[in-house]
C-alpha cells in the first residue's frame, strides 16, 4: 500500500482510537462506543501504564489503529489465561481492509509487546476473516474461550505467548 506510515498513537490520537474501536465493537460510532461500559473500558483513560499502540495513517488520513492494554481477571471476565498479555483491539476502514494494513499494525503491536517482554491476547468473532490474520501471526485458540458475544454471535480468545 503506497504511502502508508505506521507511527505510535499518542494523547492526542484518543479521537481517533475511538473512532476504530466503534468499529472494531461493530458499533455505529464513537459516541455509541462510549456510552458502552463493556467496549469503553478499551480507551476509557487512554495511556495509563501499559498501555501501548498505533495508527495507520495514509496521505495523511487515519485508516487503521491497534492498540493493547492490560485488564485485571476482574476487569476481563473472559478466559485468556496470561494476565499479564495486554489485550488488542484494532480497526480498519472498510475501504482498507485487505491490502496489508491490518497485518502492519499487528506487526507493529507484536514488536512493541516483544520489546516489553509481553505476549498479546485478543477476542476475535469466530466468522470473522481477520482470525486467519491473526492464526498467520502465530496467534493460537485459547482452549475453552469460545463465548457467546454482544451481538448473540461467538467469539474466540486468543493469544500469543512470549
Known amino acids: 500500500m503506497p504511502d502508508l506510515v505506521i507511527r505510535p498513537a499518542v494523547q492526542d490520537d484518543l479521537e481517533v482510537l475511538w473512532d476504530f474501536l466503534a468499529m472494531a465493537a461493530y458499533e455505529p460510532d464513537a459516541e455509541a462506543a462510549k456510552a458502552v461500559p463493556r467496549v469503553a473500558k478499551y480507551l476509557a483513560g487512554w495511556q495509563r501504564p501499559g498501555d501501548f499502540g498505533f495508527i495507520a ?55 512493541e509487546a516483544a520489546r516489553r517482554g509481553l505476549g498479546l491476547c485478543l477476542s476475535v468473532r469466530s466468522e470473522n476473516p481477520a482470525r486467519r490474520l491473526y492464526e498467520r501471526l502465530g496467534f493460537c485458540d485459547i482452549a475453552d474461550s469460545a463465548a457467546t458475544n454482544r451481538a448473540g454471535g461467538m467469539s474466540i480468545g486468543m493469544a500469543l505467548r512470549r
Open 57 to 111: 495513517e495514509q496521505n495523511g488520513e487515519n485508516i487503521g489503529a491497534a492498540w493493547a492494554r492490560r485488564f485485571s481477571a476482574k476487569e476481563l471476565k473472559f478466559p485468556y489465561g496470561d494476565e499479564e498479555a495486554p489485550k488488542v483491539s484494532i480497526g480498519v476502514k472498510p475501504n482498507a481492509r485487505g491490502q496489508g494494513v491490518g497485518e502492519k499494525l499487528m506487526r507493529a503491536l507484536i514488536g
